[in-house]
């Protein structure tokens, strides 16, 4: 295969990471709502909660993706492939890390809170200050291990036609018929984005529990 | 005078559980300066009723006051306001069984963090204050040390300090010791002594029966969410009334 055909699949890990970054960022932020409306101190909040995590998990991320693409397009509104990979990703990803934080926050123990509160703390800076660093902590392994599911999954965005590494191997294996050689690159080209990450939340997470001394 | 009235004061403070009721109708009158030990029982609602105090646990029912700042909760009342809880805790420190130090923040940040922002003092301000805590407590060269480089004696210095720093009128003390080796809870029981002579008022949850005699100016008795007897703990320590409280007693001083 011409290095010309590799260099073209190899561009579309610009697209790759677009789509796994913004989703696991809008999903990072909106884990907070889900995660909050799960231990909400209203009932209803919480079972509504608990309803809507369980519907986006029990189908797949491809169906979720064609009724975002094409599904909402017949209702009238048209996203791009782009937008509709972000849009379904970015729910799927609330939905995922708010139950990481959920995990984490039910770790923290009852005493930090009580304590942040027996000394006056509001709850912004509950949030901020002493829930979000020790949780954050605790779960970002767990958060790492979804990114990597999460670019994984991204190759799911060629479906509905979005440029991204795994579409133009596939465009590059109908033309050429040299399918081994093209999936196996994309293949090594995921390998070689997630392991930094792996390697990088580990020495993170070591880091941290020397400096504080914690399990 | 002033001591005369009535410091710290908790009037038919009743707490359920769903259908357990874990307080019924108990009532304290604390003035300032005193230094008030509950002992009894485990399960008697002891660390239910000193949580109702800085309402970490909200009472199903009851009346509050500490200081100027007066607090009815019940049926028919509203519950207690953002600022109204603030005010509440910001007057009244609390010391946990399992210090609750905050582990990602330095000694010195735990103790600055509600001065900076709870009381909005400036940084120098309240590094100053926590160093002169610290020094108190003989911790100050731990001062950039995380908790989890701290022994649990000294965890539990820090949380006394990180209490003090925001120059509560009342201290809660919630078995203080009682996570703690004997020898090292004696250390504890040293500052809390300290702090009393100084004026501290302070109401103490406690198995420390030496304490409850020697430092405390009232003794409260609760068994099964209610106070059987209280008063001068020379007195009900040494020839108690009720039939609980000797029973208790004798339990824990093993005679």
Redesign the interface.
Known sequence: MEISALWYIAQGVVWTVAITVLSFLFGALGGVGVAGARVSAHRWIRIMARGVVDLIRSVPPLVWLFIVYFGLAELGLKFSPFQSAIITFSIIASVYLGEIYRGGLAALGA??I?????????RP?LLV??IA??VL?TVSPSMATYGIGLLKDSALASTIGVVEMTFRANQVAQNTGQGLTAFAFVGVVYLLLSAPVGIWTRRFDARLRE????A | MARETAYLSAQHITKDFGSTRVLDDVSMDVKAGDVFSIIGPSGAGKSTFLRCM?L?ETPTSGTLQIGDFTITIGPGHKHAT?KEL?TL??N???V?Q?F?????LTVMQNIC??QR??LGRGKEESCERALVLLDRVGLKDKADA????CSGGQQQRV?IA??LA?DPQVMLFDEPTSALDPEVGAEILAVMRELANEGMTMMVVTHEMGFAREVGDQVFVMVDGRIVESGDPHQVMGDPSHERTKQFLSAVLGR
Do not use: C, W
């Open positions: 005493g930090q009580e304590a942040a509160k027996s000394i006056g703390l509001g800076d200050r002493i660093p020790q902590r400096k504080y001394l914690v | 800085n970490l953002k603030a805790r910001r009244v420190g609390m946990f399992s609750n130090l905050f582990p990602h963090l509600a922002r709870v995380y908790p989890g480089r949380a990180r209490s925001l």
